[in-house]
């Protein structure tokens, strides 16, 4: 591996870190993509490698997160859980599909995606208000305080759905987890901190049956676009702030709906 490709590499996965964490999104909404159409990884292996890189993404935000002391543990093991669970099923169904099947999968999800961030209110997760509940709340380092009752299946539900978005699309569960705790009226700083640790459960689980798959490998190439993912991922965290996050998230809606493009004449040609 020369030297101009392992910068590239690094830069690459620097600004895929950086946009993920500026827009709150999974890094797998761009991991993916670049995975298959910038370093020509098979279907299966950018899953898989998007995964792992998930796993050391979602870990470094966590424990940032942990220390502000904004995750509300409770609703994280309730989305978590089922979360676990399904994207370990869900690995065992992507391995089984046709390619093109989970080529058009990717391809309408990550449509879908670009549409919420396009216009926002285009698509919300219902609350569903059934069955027992229970309470969680923190109080954060900063003292602000947050606790309420929320409904358990709603949170199951939706930890299943984003489990299922993550072992069958290595997207991770973020755009999932996220609106589904901002339904139940958890406050949008709170919701993505506890997300991240969902996402980092799901991601491990999932990896680690694809390592036991042995679709992990280029573990030099892995290194190199983790380290640049989580530095992105760090300074993303430290500008967000100072930037537009609505002009931004208007942006990379466009530029999903280019790659979905891209993707789809790949796909047919």
């Known amino acids: 591996m020369t030297p101009e490709v392992i910068v590239f590499i690094v830069i690459i996965a620097f600004i895929v870190g950086m946009i993920a964490s500026i827009?709150?999104?999974?890094?797998?909404?761009?991991n993916v993509p670049v995975l298959i159409l910038v370093f020509s990884f098979d279907q299966i292996t950018a899953i898989a490698l998007s995964l792992t890189i998930g796993v050391a993404i979602s870990f470094t935000s966590m424990v940032n997160y942990a220390w502000q002391q904004r995750i509300l543990y409770k609703t994280a093991l309730f989305l978590g859980v089922p979360a676990v669970g399904v994207s370990v099923l869900s690995v065992l169904v992507s391995i089984s599909l046709p390619v093109i099947t989970l080529?058009?999968?990717?391809?309408?999800?990550?449509?879908?995606?670009?549409?919420?961030?396009?216009?926002?209110?285009?698509?919300?997760?219902?609350?569903?208000?059934?069955?027992?509940?229970?309470?969680?709340?923190?109080?954060?380092?900063?003292g602000d305080e947050f606790s309420g009752d929320f409904h358990a299946l709603h949170m199951i539900t939706w930890g299943s759905s984003g489990g299922l978005l993550n072992g069958l699309t290595g997207?991770?569960?973020?755009?999932?987890?996220?609106?589904?705790?901002?339904?139940?009226?958890?406050?949008?700083?709170?919701?993505?901190?506890?997300?991240?640790?969902?996402?980092?459960?799901?991601?491990?689980?999932?990896?680690?049956?694809?390592?036991?798959?042995?679709?992990i490998h280029s573990l030099g190439f892995l290194a190199l676009y983790i380290t640049g993912a989580v530095c992105g991922a760090?300074?993303?965290?430290?500008?967000?702030?100072?930037?537009?996050?609505?002009q931004l998230s208007f942006g990379f809606g466009l530029f999903l709906i280019f790659v979905c493009i891209i993707m789809a004449?790949?796909?047919?040609?």
């Open 171 to 215: 997207l991770g569960g973020g755009s999932i987890n996220v609106p589904a705790m901002i339904a139940a009226k958890i406050p949008p700083h709170y919701a993505t901190a506890t997300s991240t640790m969902v996402v980092f459960l799901a991601c491990m689980a999932a990896s680690i049956m694809h390592a036991e798959l042995g679709n």
């Open 23 to 30: 827009l709150g999104i999974g890094g797998g909404t761009l």
């Open 103 to 142: 080529k058009l999968i990717l391809i309408a999800i990550l449509l879908v995606i670009a549409s919420t961030l396009l216009k926002p209110d285009l698509i919300s997760l219902p609350e569903i208000k059934k069955g027992p509940e229970y309470h969680d709340g923190c109080k954060n380092r900063y």
């Open 265 to 269: 004449i790949n796909l047919f040609l």
């Open 234 to 246: 760090v300074a993303g965290t430290r500008y967000a702030r100072k930037l537009r996050s609505s």
